[in-house]
């Protein structure tokens, strides 16, 4: 593993555990110290199984990095949110801003698909995916935010928002790895 890695790892344990502290409250503290551990040994692990497939690491690192964009989601909502109190439109808008972030991570780090050329047929497929993403992604959102819990309504948006998150995770990583950033 390399030094970029292992501090992108770090971060995104640390972006996590910030929310996880959303969740817990001061006794989520603990959580800035496990999860950044836990995010390096889980990319070693996913480079070591990735020599042999490379997907695998390519897959470890677009989790990190879903996990990371996940807390931008949540926290450009919450802005906004404050500001603006309409949650489809507000999901829609802390949607693109993750997806822009996650564009570049995707790009320059999971797929590591430096090169220029190509790049508006790449931009275009890129929006082609996140588009559709998007609707899976605020669809989801919907549907998970209309379930009756028990939790207070702040804390289900932003277990909505994580669900809605995993649900499209599968597809951006294939839409990704197959189709934008394909070798």
């Not at 999860?35 to 677009?62: C, D, M, N, W």
Request: net charge positive.
């Amino acid at each position: 593993m390399n030094r970029k890695d292992i501090i992108f790892a770090i971060v995104c344990g640390l972006s996590v555990a910030w929310v996880a502290v959303d969740f817990l409250g001061s006794k989520g503290w603990i959580f800035f110290i496990i999860l950044p551990i836990l995010s390096v040994i889980g990319l070693y692990l996913t480079e070591l199984v990735g020599k042999r497939f490379l997907f695998i690491h390519q897959a470890g690192k677009f989790a990190l990095g879903g996990a990371f964009v996940s807390v931008v989601d949540i926290k450009v909502f919450q802005l906004i949110y404050w500001l603006l109190p309409f949650s489809l439109t507000v999901k829609a808008i802390s949607f693109v801003v993750a997806t822009l972030v996650k564009y570049w991570g995707d790009k320059n780090w999971t797929f590591e698909k430096h090169d220029t050329d190509g790049m508006s047929k790449e931009l275009a497929k890129f929006f082609m995916v996140a588009t559709t993403g998007l609707l899976i992604n605020v669809v989801s959102f919907y549907i998970f935010g209309r379930i009756e819990t028990g939790l207070k309504d702040v804390l289900w948006m932003e277990v909505s928002i994580i669900f809605a998150s995993l649900v499209v995770a599968s597809w951006n990583f294939i839409g990704y790895k197959f189709i934008v950033f394909k070798k």
